[in-house]
């Protein structure tokens, strides 16, 4: 009874305009598959290992979730019996606490590693997005978090026409017709990290070095790029996910972009895995990826400059999307020594913190996810933390600044790494 697709794919509310009730907010609302879950849990723990919210000390893990909503299923059985609408109290704060719906980064390590296959995403996904569309109760962070991109596409709130000011003086041109797409290799898909993030602004402009090396011919959106949306999705506000998702389609389409680049796992998986339920058809690849591809090719030949390098997976490329290797090859061509791995490493690697909406919320409860995470490396020396993600770069470098240790420690995605040790 298992959903095969992949497991950060959320299913849309369909005809959302007309929907009545948003999410799951008691009981009824859940689906049966959602419903056997916690009876057929083995209380085995192994959804705990990597979970970065069970190893900071927040109250959260799939087996805590799901043994909550059995004893509030067990509390009103015979309620349920007597009519299947019962009124009954609300699952947040009665079956499982508040702070536990807000505190899940969405990095699916749970699902991955539950030996009979119970699911947990599709459970928060419809709670959060009963808390947010029904009841307006969600974290106060987001509130300006949904303002900024319902105003300008972006979670800053800048202005949206200066999302092409990162490639000044880089000569990137930006889509105008159907007739120049068809002249493309692919669409670079910049995304708003990399559009208005100083420190991952390199990396994009880091990426761009490597394709002009290889010949690959590319335009961005610019102004006209809009924002995937798989942030506020994750966050419970699906209503504004579908007017974003479908804005960027409908410029997508009319351009008829059919090959995609970025180098946000976030907008990757959107793009490639839940974009096609609204009309958005494409072939969707990661800048590590292709990163990969160039070099195998031979169509970019960087020297092996680097050392002592140990690799962050980020969780929407590896564990949602199953691409553990392709970073891995572009690490192991500029390094001398092959990258170093974190003890928790591909299928269980540990999550930055930033999935889920995650990245605009404060840590309130237990220790910090990214700082844990940095001390994961540290005991392997590493030069370099390298990282696939703009919002893993961010986490990661913070938590090197809060450990003291940015000075002798760095972190670089693995554009820049490749893009440096091309020749001059």
């Known amino acids: 009874f298992r959903r095969f697709e992949p497991t950060g794919v959320l299913s849309p509310i369909k ?19 959602q419903l056997l879950d916690p009876y057929t849990c083995t209380e085995c723990g192994r959804c705990k290992d990597a979970c970065p919210t069970f190893l900071t000390g ?5 087996k805590w979730v799901h043994d909550g909503i059995k004893r509030h299923l067990l509390a009103h059985r015979e309620a349920i019996v007597a009519h299947r609408d019962a009124e009954l109290p609300p699952l947040v704060s009665h079956a499982i606490p508040e702070e536990a719906l807000w505190a899940c980064t969405t990095c699916g390590y749970c699902e991955r590693a539950c030996p009979i296959a119970l699911e947990h995403l599709g459970k928060f996904f419809r709670m959060r997005q009963h808390q947010v569309l029904m009841e307006g109760n969600f974290p106060a962070e987001l509130k300006t978090v949904f303002d900024n991109y319902e105003s300008q596409s972006n979670p800053w ?3 949206a ?8 003086g880089l000569d990137v041109p930006l889509l105008a017709s159907p007739e120049q797409a068809k002249e493309l290799d692919y669409l670079f898909y910049v995304g708003s990290a990399q559009s208005f993030d100083d420190r991952n602004r ?3 402009r ?5 394709l002009r090396a290889a010949g690959v011919r590319v335009a961005i959106l610019g102004p006209r790029e809009g924002s995937t949306g798989e942030c506020v999705r994750r966050a419970g506000n699906e209503m504004l996910f579908q007017t974003l998702a479908k804005g960027l389609i409908e410029t997508l389409n009319a351009m008829n972009v059919t ?12 793009l490639k895995n839940e974009y096609p339920e609204f009309g958005g058809r494409y072939e969707v690849i990661h800048h590590t990826q292709l990163i990969d591809e160039l070099i195998r090719s031979g169509r970019i030949a960087p020297a092996r400059s680097f050392e002592r390098v140990i690799f ?31 003890g928790l490493n591909r299928e269980k690697s540990m999550c930055c913190g930033a999935g889920g909406a995650r990245f605009w919320m404060e840590e309130r409860i237990g220790k910090r996810i990214n700082v844990t995470r940095v001390e994961q490396a540290l005991p392997h020396a590493p030069r370099v933390i390298a990282t696939a993600c703009p919002y893993c770069a961010t986490m990661i470098r913070d938590g090197l600044a809060q450990l003291g240790r940015e000075g002798d420690i760095q972190n670089r995605d693995i554009a820049e790494l490749v893009a440096e040790a091309l020749p001059q």
């Not at 192991?332 to 791995?341: F, K, L, M, N, S």
């Open 259 to 270: 090959r995609i680049v970025t180098c946000d796992p976030h907008a990757f998986n959107s």
């Open 312 to 342: 962050h997976e980020p969780c929407y490329l590896g564990r949602h999307n199953g691409e553990y290797e392709a970073p891995r090859r572009a690490l192991a061509a500029v390094t001398a020594d092959g990258p170093i791995e974190f």
């Open 161 to 168: 026409d200066t999302r092409a000011e990162w490639a000044q």
């Open 206 to 210: 880091a990426f761009v070095k490597i």
């Open 15 to 33: 005809d959302i305009e007309q929907a009545e009730s948003f999410g799951v907010g008691k009981l009824q609302d859940f689906t049966w598959k």
């Open 58 to 62: 927040k109250p959260l893990a799939l």
């Open 202 to 204: 390199k990396v994009a």
């Open 157 to 159: 709130g800048l202005p």
